[in-house]
């Protein structure tokens, strides 16, 4: 049965004031096997571990002058893709939900996740046997947006409806190349969300044109993973500094643009919302 914890996580959108986050160095960080199609361009050059350190080190010094608390999890050797916290986990309400990762190469991941929630005292429902990742999982309020992808199916998709009754669930089907939903579609106000059309069908696309005010990202920064922004609440978000379409969008409409580089990072397809977990955001 699910348990509402009387615990401090509390996450119920997107793009409140971020005050607790979990974060893994990219330690171990290399693309050992092609898992996704940003990897398929630089599987030849891999990833240079010292420069994603670096950049790594710069985006946990940006969110701490931003007065967010992170967590460090310990990086494990077998685990190349542990830098993507978001995946592991995720926090709807004031519970922490942990599922089993789909790709074989991740898989493991989650104990990690599970023994540091355990040591530090917070409480988790552990979805056994779900593949359900943290990168197709956005909340707004009382609706909450899952992507159908390779990494998130349907199954898990209804046990997580069973689980939260009170919560309208919309799944989201999209073109499964683009990996995660928070790759193509992020919701950054109560009105406004990034979002890159090709992704998705026309049905999926009058859907959120009906719920958002939606600003559209080019091919060429789709591929920057455009819409994989990190909000830090009122009106901050941290991008990525290449992304001159998108930043300038944002700030015309009045958000103050944090740019940051993780272009080393991303290469293994993942940016600034992928690299974090948060457990609070008030």
């Given at each position: 049965?699910?348990?509402?914890h009387?615990?401090?996580?509390y996450?119920?959108?997107?793009?409140?004031?971020?005050?607790?986050?979990?974060?893994?160095?990219?330690?171990y960080?290399?693309?050992r096997?092609?898992?996704?199609e940003?990897?398929?361009?630089?599987?030849?050059?891999?990833?240079?571990?010292?420069?994603?350190?670096?950049q790594?080190?710069?985006?946990?010094?940006?969110?701490?002058d931003?007065?967010?608390k992170?967590?460090q999890?310990?990086?494990?050797?077998?685990?190349?893709e542990q830098?993507?916290?978001?995946?592991?986990?995720?926090?709807?309400?004031?519970?922490?939900?942990?599922?089993?990762?789909?790709?074989?190469?991740?898989?493991?991941e989650?104990?990690?996740?599970?023994?540091?929630?355990?040591?530090?005292?917070?409480?988790?429902?552990?979805?056994?046997?779900?593949?359900?990742?943290?990168?197709?999982?956005?909340?707004?309020?009382?609706s909450?947006?899952?992507?159908?992808?390779?990494?998130?199916?349907?199954?898990s998709?209804?046990?997580?409806?069973n689980?939260?009754?009170?919560?309208?669930?919309?799944a989201?089907?999209?073109?499964?190349?683009?990996?995660?939903?928070?790759?193509?579609f992020?919701?950054?106000?109560?009105?406004?969300?990034?979002?890159?059309?090709?992704?998705?069908?026309?049905?999926?696309?009058?859907?959120?044109h009906?719920?958002?005010?939606?600003?559209?990202?080019?091919?060429?920064?789709?591929?920057?993973?455009?819409?994989?922004?990190?909000?830090?609440g009122?009106?901050?978000i941290?991008?990525?500094?290449?992304?001159k379409?998108?930043n300038?969008?944002?700030?015309?409409?009045?958000?103050?643009?944090?740019?940051?580089?993780?272009?080393?990072?991303?290469?293994?397809g993942?940016?600034?919302?992928c690299?974090?977990?948060?457990?609070?955001?008030?």
């Amino acid at each position: 049965m699910f348990v509402d914890h009387n615990t401090v996580n509390y996450c119920m959108n997107e793009y409140n004031i971020l005050k607790k986050v979990i974060v893994c160095e990219p330690q171990y960080m290399e693309i050992r096997e092609v898992i996704n199609e940003t990897q398929k361009q630089y599987k030849n050059e891999n990833i240079d571990r010292e420069l994603a350190m670096q950049q790594h080190k710069q985006f946990i010094e940006q969110l701490e002058d931003l007065d967010v608390k992170v967590y460090q999890l310990p990086a494990r050797a077998k685990f190349p893709e542990q830098v993507f916290t978001r995946d592991i986990g995720f926090t709807i309400g004031k519970t922490v939900f942990v599922a089993e990762m789909a790709n074989h190469l991740r898989q493991g991941e989650d104990k990690v996740l599970k023994s540091w929630l355990e040591e530090a005292e917070v409480p988790f429902y552990d979805l056994t046997m779900a593949h359900i990742e943290g990168g197709d999982v956005l909340i707004d309020r009382k609706s909450i947006y899952i992507g159908v992808s390779s990494r998130t199916d349907e199954k898990s998709i209804v046990q997580l409806q069973n689980l939260l009754p009170h919560f309208e669930i919309i799944a989201l089907p999209f073109n499964n190349k683009f990996l995660h939903l928070d790759c193509v579609f992020n919701i950054i106000s109560e009105t406004e969300a990034l979002f890159f059309p090709e992704a998705f069908a026309k049905e999926e696309i009058d859907l959120l044109h009906s719920r958002y005010d939606l600003i559209e990202i080019n091919d060429c920064e789709q591929f920057t993973l455009g819409t994989n922004v990190l909000s830090i609440g009122r009106k901050k978000i941290i991008s990525l500094t290449g992304n001159k379409g998108v930043n300038n969008q944002l700030r015309t409409r009045g958000y103050e643009v944090i740019e940051v580089d993780m272009s080393e990072i991303i290469k293994s397809g993942g940016s600034f919302r992928c690299c974090t977990m948060p457990l609070v955001r008030e």
